[in-house]
């Protein structure tokens, strides 16, 4: 069958069956199981609405459980397992973990994703703090926030070709054809560079992918932000004499110390995935492996799932402080 | 009010200056790949894309026209023409018939031919060869010309990615690949999702604040996790790599985040309106969908451009999931890191190829950037 009919035919019968499961388990609930009529009325629309809320949430916990939940759960398993030949696993305790941190590899991976979880998330918030607060006051402000925020929708495949275009190399004797190359000879460079392959700078070119991607993400909820802020505060300050400066680090970041914190936040999860960038421009060659690269080697290139699997938990492991962080806060709203 | 608050007409210049920067530094990376994708391979690989916007100098070998279209007049055999292909207009500023002396004639000046003869080319490229012999030979003369060319784009690259016969070049059928995965994978996590939100939001029972906190939690559960325990598991149940997998892998993926945004909207809807709802003796089921779906729409509109950019733009996913060894099903994005693998070097196939993959996304950014916005606010800011 064709795809795209295969497609269509998906579309119908997932949203049909949907609609039909919520609509039949509903009539099924009221009607036969616990009618509202009879002797018993009170008794079992009472009941059939203890189990409504679940006939609602079994198809959504069930995705949940089965994509997001067990796959933790199976993973740590395979982390402390090794795959026999022939079929079956063998439990090796911590050997794939020790394995793993004997190898250079991953230690290069360990570093540089400290280096990316440092620089990205703090170059991103910075500099879309400092678009949002420049952007507020002035008339194009808005063609501005837009044009900054563009990247979010290109994917980091697409914006890995992009940049490396910037990046190009050509001979000495040739034009130069990348941005970075013709401005570095413009401004009295010799010799062009290969910038992705120069160890522990390249990283850093591979950051500045991720820097132009998030900065609009950053922008637009600390934009808001900003507008939140009271007026009367700023007010008082300016009355009070305070310069420019002093109103927007002494009087607007402090207000919006959170909604910092939360964009701070995202974007490094963000960070502990990414795979895409790295996978494209460098594939982890030149010293440029991050863990999330490192990870998909080992599964599906070395065929190692032990070891690959023990490398997931890593990310795991960095990403746990932040999912614990979230679950606290988004309890103390709730209450 | 704005002069008031703080600034100095000196400031807003730095300001303007400021914004224009960060906004020229923002939009050049993408721009370079536009302009090179209306490029042919030889200006790529020759001048950088800033300068072809500009007219370009170049040195140029042309040919005249054979000598099999002389024509004699008055005794002395003439070959007229223009060295330049019909519809380009150039300026010639100097040029020669020797390899060797490329700049020795400016134009209207007369040149001895090698094999005989005189030719005479003019600033437009017009030139007249005359000989006092017949010109003989099969081919026109070599002229060296160096002439200021006018910007030039072409469509033949976008020609080229999206109708080649020739697969590994095609972006057309990873086009439909793709569009194929996302709007199943759009669609069918929303409807779950919604159900899900609004029993978590307007429904009573216990443990419902564990569950909300479990959402949260899975939110930032990285997708690394669940490569392996799922392709194990789509290996077992039989739907292996396919479609049906990659619809599945997404729904699953995007669930939380749909099932967090759609709550936090929903809750936000005014009570007395369900209440009244419940009091006049409509069902839940009739509340949600003639009630809360419609009030929920901005919210629903704002996650499925969240999925929509995020499936189609996704690469991991689709690599695992969906993508097996016969590479008929392969996605742009993957398409276009094979081509970086195999034809780094060949920039107008490459920055062509990312700008069908990116096209689509950026249309839907643009025409609803609004429900985006709102979308990130309502995931983050709380």
């Known amino acids: 069958m064709h795809p795209a009919l295969q497609g269509l035919l998906t579309i119908a019968i997932g949203v049909s069956g949907c609609v039909g499961y919520f609509y039949l388990s509903n009539q099924f609930l009221d009607k036969v199981l616990f009618p509202a009529r009879g002797p018993n009325a009170g008794r079992n629309i009472n009941r059939a609405n203890m189990i409504r809320p679940w006939l609602f949430l079994f198809p959504a916990l069930a995705a949940l459980g089965l994509y997001l939940a067990y796959p933790v759960v199976e993973t740590l398993r395979l982390s402390l397992t090794d795959r026999v030949p022939g079929g079956g696993y063998e439990w090796v305790g911590l050997e794939n973990y020790i394995q793993m941190a004997n190898e250079p590899k991953f230690w290069e991976a360990m570093r540089n994703n400290m280096f990316w979880l440092i620089i990205v998330p703090a170059m991103s918030t910075a500099l879309g703090l400092l678009v949002a607060q420049l952007t507020d006051r002035i008339r194009w402000g808005n063609i501005a926030k837009s044009l900054i925020f563009m990247p979010m929708a290109i994917s980091f495949v697409g914006a890995s070709v992009i940049w490396k275009l910037v990046y ?48 609009g993400f950053a922008m637009v909820i600390l934009s808001a932000a900003l507008r939140g802020i009271p007026e009367e505060t700023i007010e008082a300050a300016i009355l009070d004499g305070a310069n420019p400066f002093q109103i927007f680090f002494r009087i607007k970041v402090p207000q919006i110390k959170t909604t910092i914190l939360v964009v701070w936040t995202t974007i490094t999860i963000t ?33 190692d799932w032990g070891v690959g699997s023990a490398s997931a938990m890593v990310i795991m492991l960095l990403v746990t402080p932040i999912l614990i962080w979230n679950v606290r806060n988004a309890r103390k709203e709730m209450e | 009010m704005s002069d008031i608050a703080g600034t100095k007409p000196a400031l807003r210049w730095v300001v303007h ?109 017009n030139y007249r060869m005359e000989n006092s012999e017949e010109f003989t030979g099969s081919r026109g003369a070599r002229v060296f010309v160096t002439a200021e060319l006018p910007p030039e784009f072409t469509l033949a690259n976008y020609h080229k990615v999206l109708l080649a016969e020739d697969s590994s070049d095609s972006m057309g059928r990873a086009f439909f690949n793709t569009l194929t995965v996302t709007i199943p994978a759009t669609i069918i996590p929303i409807l779950v999702a919604a159900f899900a939100a609004y029993a978590l939001a307007w429904m009573d ?87 809360i779906l419609p009030l929920s729409f901005p919210a629903l509109a704002s996650f499925a451009i969240f999925q929509f950019l995020w499936t189609w733009n996704d690469l991991l996913v689709a690599k695992v999931f969906l993508i097996d060894a016969s590479g008929q099903t392969t996605v742009m994005t993957n398409q276009i890191v094979e081509l970086l693998g195999t034809r780094g070097g060949n920039w107008e196939i490459l920055a062509t190829a990312a700008f069908v993959s990116i096209a689509v996304p950026l249309i839907v950014f643009f025409a609803m950037q609004k429900y985006l916005v709102r979308g990130l606010l309502a995931g983050s800011v709380k």
């Open chain 2, 17 to 125: 200056a400021s914004v224009t920067f960060l906004v020229v530094l923002w939009v050049v990376p993408t721009l370079g790949l536009l302009i090179s994708s209306f490029r042919t391979a030889d200006q790529i690989a020759t001048s950088g894309w800033w300068k072809s916007l500009f007219p370009s100098e170049q040195n140029l070998t042309l040919r005249s026209a054979a000598p099999d279209t002389q024509v004699l007049e008055n005794g002395v055999y003439v070959i007229e023409g223009n060295l330049f292909d019909a519809g380009t207009t150039a300026t010639i500023s100097q040029w020669g018939v020797s390899s060797r002396a490329v700049d020795a004639f400016v134009t209207g000046d007369t040149a001895e031919l090698r094999r005989g003869g005189t030719i005479t080319v003019d600033a437009q490229g």
């Open chain 2, 205 to 291: 029972f216990p443990g419902r604040a564990l569950l909300i906190a479990a959402v949260v939690g899975l939110l930032v559960v990285p997708l690394q996790l669940a490569l392996i325990p799922l392709l194990k598991f789509h290996l077992n149940i039989g739907i292996g790599k396919g479609y049906l997998g990659v619809w599945m892998a997404h729904t699953g993926f995007g669930m939380p985040l749909a099932i967090y945004l759609l709550r936090n909207y929903m809750a936000g809807l005014p009570r007395d309106l369900i209440e009244n709802a419940r009091v006049d003796g409509a069902t839940e089921f009739q509340i949600f969908t003639k009630l």
């Open chain 1, 168 to 215: 190009d190399t050509r001979p000495a004797e040739q034009d130069q054809i990348g941005m970075l190359n013709a401005l570095y000879i413009f401004f009295g460079g010799t010799e062009p560079q290969t910038w992705l392959t120069i160890p522990f700078w390249n990283s850093f070119f591979l950051m500045v992918v991720l820097i132009w991607i998030q900065t």
């Open chain 1, 271 to 303: 960070v502990l995935k990414v795979f895409d960038i790295v996978f494209a421009m460098t594939n982890g060659q030149w010293e440029t492996q991050v863990l999330a690269n490192y990870m998909y080697d080992k599964l599906f290139r070395a065929n």
